[in-house]
């Protein structure tokens, strides 16, 4: 089944230490974002893809980084973990071709925790 | 700016029975979409239901249909014939041109026997 897979699926890191997350799609789909949520919140839009062209969310911390080296993988790089940036991070695709009406596939997210 | 406001943090149903899920939006789009997207315990969020704000008529999925009053700015989820599998996160979100969804806080629904 055609998908999109976020390993791994629980991540501990600690304080400051650099770390990053994967998300890799079977759809073939142009647009790749990655969301924050922490408990209680709605998923906040950090940035995303449109091919190779990435979208930075406005108010995204520089501490986060993504890179898109092929149209299947997508990476979120925390240089500097803190403690609220202890969250689950959903990455989703989108076919890119349709505009606002577009369903979003998403993974299963991955749970960051920052000791 | 856009913003997505469910009001309802939990709620609890019966199986078999019938319950509505509550979301308000605002936008100063013309041309937007209407989304509910469920996301089961340690599962994936998947798409419930799509509705286009230019059509008047309610989107309904099987179970699953929506009360859209465009002018209050509500878009109500209703689900009959609860199921256990049913028990799940619940988010309402918008989009406009840029095509980036606004989510809501959610509502966790809980199905019991």
């Known amino acids: 089944d055609a998908m999109v897979i976020q390993n791994p699926r629980y991540q501990v890191t600690q304080f400051g230490k650099p770390v990053t997350l994967s998300c890799s799609q079977t759809?073939?789909?142009?647009?790749m974002y990655w969301y924050q949520q922490k408990s209680s919140q709605a998923p906040k839009l950090l940035f995303h893809?449109?091919?190779?062209?990435?979208?930075n969310e406005a108010d995204t911390p520089d501490n986060f980084q993504s890179r898109r080296p092929n149209t299947s993988f997508c990476f979120l790089d925390i240089r500097s973990p803190g403690l609220g940036d202890a969250a689950m991070y959903l990455c989703?695709?989108?076919?890119?071709?349709?505009?606002?009406?577009?369903?979003?596939?998403f993974g299963p997210g991955t749970r960051l925790l920052v000791l | 700016a856009q913003t997505v406001t469910q009001s309802q943090p939990e709620m609890s149903v019966q199986e078999a029975e019938t319950v509505t899920l509550s979301c308000t939006y605002d936008t100063s789009e013309n041309n937007y979409y209407l989304f509910w997207y469920k996301q089961p315990p340690s599962r994936q969020m998947i798409l419930v239901i799509r509705q286009e704000a230019y059509k008047q008529q309610n989107a309904t999925e099987n179970r699953f249909s929506v009360n859209f009053q465009k002018a209050a700015k509500s878009f109500s989820l209703k689900i009959s014939d609860s199921q256990l599998g049913d028990t799940a996160m619940y988010f309402c979100?918008?989009?406009?041109?840029?095509?980036?969804?606004?989510f809501g806080t959610g509502t966790r629904l809980q199905v019991t026997l």
């Open positions: 989703a695709t989108s076919r890119g071709d349709r505009g606002p009406q577009e369903t979003q596939y």
């Open positions: 979100a918008l989009t406009g041109t840029a095509s980036k969804l606004t």
């Open positions: 893809y449109y091919d190779k062209d990435f979208n």
């Open positions: 759809l073939n789909h142009n647009v």
